[in-house]
């Protein structure tokens, strides 16, 4: 089980020794964009960031992400089910690219 405590003092490292200027946080909201109880359970988390560091957190929509994620395993050969600690870390890649993307087109228009 991931220590809350311990997760949030690293982060707060992590945001003084790298500068970070933004966090963005995966919001797994319902397929119809309501909020269920894993949602409430992030903004418990985000809560508890915000009291913690001084930059600011970007919620962002996650749905699809880790299906997506699955996919690309898969396209890569391998078993979706053997390699669940990458999945989540494609899924987290995928989100923030797809924010990235989000601020690049804003720019553009």
Same mark, same amino acid.
Not at 58 to 72: G, L, N, V
């Given at each position: 089980?991931?220590?809350?405590?311990?997760?949030?003092? !690293?982060?707060?490292?992590?945001?003084? !020794? /790298? &500068?970070? %200027?933004?966090?963005?946080?995966?919001?797994?909201?319902?397929?119809?964009?309501?909020?269920?109880?894993?949602?409430?359970?992030?903004?418990?988390?985000? !809560?508890? $960031?915000?009291?913690?560091?001084?930059?600011p957190i970007q919620?962002? &929509?996650?749905?699809?992400?880790?299906?997506?994620?699955e996919k690309i395993?898969? !396209?890569?050969?391998? %078993?979706?089910? /053997?390699? /669940? &600690?990458?999945?989540?870390?494609?899924?987290?890649? $995928?989100? =923030?690219?797809?924010? $990235?993307?989000? =601020?690049? %087109?804003?720019?553009? %228009?």
């Amino acid at each position: 089980m991931v220590n809350l405590k311990q997760t949030l003092r !690293e982060i707060k490292k992590i945001v003084a !020794e /790298r &500068d970070v %200027s933004k966090i963005v946080v995966g919001m797994p909201f319902h397929l119809k964009g309501t909020v269920g109880q894993t949602a409430q359970q992030v903004e418990a988390f985000i !809560e508890a $960031l915000e009291r913690r560091v001084d930059v600011p957190i970007q919620k962002w &929509d996650e749905r699809f992400s880790s299906i997506a994620a699955e996919k690309i395993i898969r !396209e890569m050969g391998k %078993s979706p089910h /053997r390699h /669940r &600690d990458k999945i989540d870390q494609i899924a987290a890649l $995928l989100i =923030l690219q797809s924010y $990235l993307d989000y =601020l690049n %087109s804003k720019k553009k %228009s």
